[in-house]
């Protein structure tokens, strides 16, 4: 049992995990910017450490002065919560590297999902369905083209890196793909420092389907059944229901077992979520995996 744990967040999350750890009779640490002075989560925490200036960079993103903080106040493990560094895999090795326990999947792990090529490229190899497309980014754009030939239009470009809607594009003819690749690329480059793309079939009017995980390390794992967000703005989660009113009892039997097989192919521990995409023919896909707690 950890007698301290380190919360390396803010506001809502912060306060659950420092409240969780009140019952468990552990002791938390908060750490706080400027900005988060007088905020609820610095108050109930056990101890409260200021680390920073109000922009994210200069305080929660700053997993070196947060590890300072943790080593010099004798702390056993360290909880990300979501957002931040809750998937930033250096951060990870770096709290391993200083003997701290981080809670939360291996950096290996989080760098393996992180990528959504590398991730399609490990579900396919499980045989988990992914939707057709490159399992490689984008790297010539004739070889790209007969591809899309191959798959039919419309197709989606999509960033490596990263989602939520960035470096995404939907291509409707090839007399699209040159200007709506370039555009891609640029955006990509501009929200996560990589420009790389891969394509895949775009689904019509598909429904989105989230299975939440937990595994140990010991090799167990379960499921805790499925939800539907397929109401959408932006590409950003609206409405959430569980259990989805889109697919019956087969379905969800089948899409639960495959987020299972998911998360055993990265050999993941801890809370995650397998997304999926299922098509009017209750045909589902792998889309990506979230390798943190849920925000919802």
Known sequence: MFKKILIANRGEIAIRIARACREMGIGSVAVYSEADRNSLHVRIADEAYFIGDSPANKSYLDYKKIIEVAKEHNVDAIHPGYGFLSENAEFIDAVEAAGITFIGPSAKSVRLMGSKTDARKLMSDAGVPVVPGTLEPIKDLNDAKKVAEEIGFPIMLKASAGGGGKGMRKISSPGEFDSALERAKNESKKAFGDDSIYM???IENPKHIEVQILGDKFGNYVHLLERECSVQRRHQ???EECPSPSIDHQTRERITTTAIKAAKACNYFNAGTIEFLLDSDRNF??????????VE
């Open 285 to 294: 896909y792998f889309l990506e995996m979230n390798t943190r707690l849920q």
């Open 200 to 202: 895949e079939k775009f």
């Open 237 to 239: 989660k609206i409405v």
